[in-house]
Structure formats: structure tokens, C-alpha cells
């Protein structure tokens, strides 16, 4: 597994949905990438930034955040703590 360092958060995009609310199935191409993700690592933080999320929380990041990057056929994403905007309950 990846191991981040200092303020760094590993995150996997969760799939867009398939359908709309009301029942149209999307293609491929019409569907939005999600800014929803589950959280796979946590860096140990540094002396200005103190990491309040867990392992397995769901988040929600900016838009145009962090480093995608393929790592055991998965994509995954690299970002700083400071691109999460919420934690998802």
C-alpha cells in the first residue's frame, strides 16, 4: 500500500451513478466524475496541520485536486489534506 508522507491523503474516486433520480440511464460519456471519495491512507500530518479524517471516511475534494496516479491497476488520487472540503456522514 501507498504510505503518504507529511500532509498527504491517498484517496480511490468512487464510481458516478448510472442513473439519474428520475431513472435515466447515463452513458459513459454523459456521466460527471465524481468529486466523492474514500479515504485509503493518511499521512502522519506536520507541525501546522493536524489530520482530522480516518481510513475508509468518505470525502469530498476540489475539483481539479491532487496527482491521479495507477497503482496496482487501481486509480488513485494523491492529494494535501488542505484539498478535502468535507467528510461525508
Do not use: C, H, W
Not at 21 to 49: N, W
Amino acid at each position: 500500500m501507498i504510505r503518504p508522507l507529511g500532509d498527504n491523503v491517498v484517496i480511490k474516486r468512487l464510481e458516478a451513478e448510472e442513473k439519474t433520480k428520475g431513472g435515466i440511464i447515463l452513458s459513459s460519456a454523459a456521466k460527471e466524475v465524481p468529486q466523492v471519495a474514500e479515504v485509503l491512507a493518511v499521512g502522519p500530518g506536520t507541525a501546522d496541520v493536524d489530520m482530522m479524517i480516518s481510513v475508509g471516511e468518505k470525502v469530498i475534494f476540489k475539483k481539479y485536486g491532487g496527482t491521479e496516479i495507477e497503482y496496482n491497476g487501481e486509480e488513485l488520487i494523491i492529494l494535501p489534506y488542505n484539498d478535502i472540503l468535507a467528510v461525508l456522514d
